[in-house]
């Protein structure tokens, strides 16, 4: 069986283990609910194992011209519906993981904090452009979810994020406070 066939397949068990577990909820059966839970948890263990060394085996999901971009939870790969894409940032040609960048098509009202796109580069790769290449390669990702002005969420002491959000020319368009510190928002029109 190809890894990304055992993927699918497990990603499907975990949907049926989770609607089992919603329905012993909603019985009332308390006592099965611990091994259930258990199982959900030993089944996403195994999904993310998989979805690793499928990474190892895999071609990247976007190519650009100093980095690469592999999608994570692959099994989300097929899923039109599907709310986060989750992306390694690899040097490219190289399997060498620099970051990762999550693309967020769906946000509620509660999850404006998250925005639509967050991006970590490790610290010795940082300065180098690489989280605004990601962001860029993942423009027609956006756009095909409907995402036409993707935002963004900064704290407001971390300067150097600022800094990135302005070079490619995000326009802070308000603030919010989470978890008592103040946070940016800024937003990016991607057909423009």
């Given amino acids: 069986m190809k890894i990304i066939d055992e993927i699918n397949e497990i990603a499907n068990s975990i949907q049926k283990v989770q609607d089992e577990i919603d ?21 996403k263990k195994k999904l993310l194992l998989l979805e690793k060394k499928a990474y190892l085996e895999m071609e990247p999901s976007i190519v650009g011209e100093k980095i690469d971009l592999y999608l994570q939870n692959i099994h989300d790969m097929n899923d039109k519906d599907a709310s986060v894409y989750k992306y390694y940032i690899a040097l490219h040609g190289t399997k060498k993981i620099i970051g990762q960048i999550d693309a967020r098509f769906k946000l509620l009202e509660s999850e404006l904090y998250l925005g639509n796109i967050g991006a970590h580069i490790d610290e010795e790769y940082r300065g180098k452009r690489y989280s605004k290449q990601a962001f860029l390669l993942l423009r027609d990702e956006l756009l095909e979810h409907g995402v036409k002005k993707p935002i963004f969420t900064v704290k407001s002491d971390n300067q150097k994020s600022i800094n990135s959000l302005s070079n490619i020319g995000a326009q802070k368009t308000g603030e919010f406070v989470h978890d008592g510190l103040i ?9 423009n």
Avoid: A, R, W
């Fill in 23 to 43: 329905l012993i909820y909603k019985n009332g059966q308390k006592e099965l609910l611990n091994d259930k839970i258990f199982e959900l948890f030993s089944l």
């Fill in 183 to 191: 946070n940016y928002i800024y937003e990016y029109d991607l057909e």
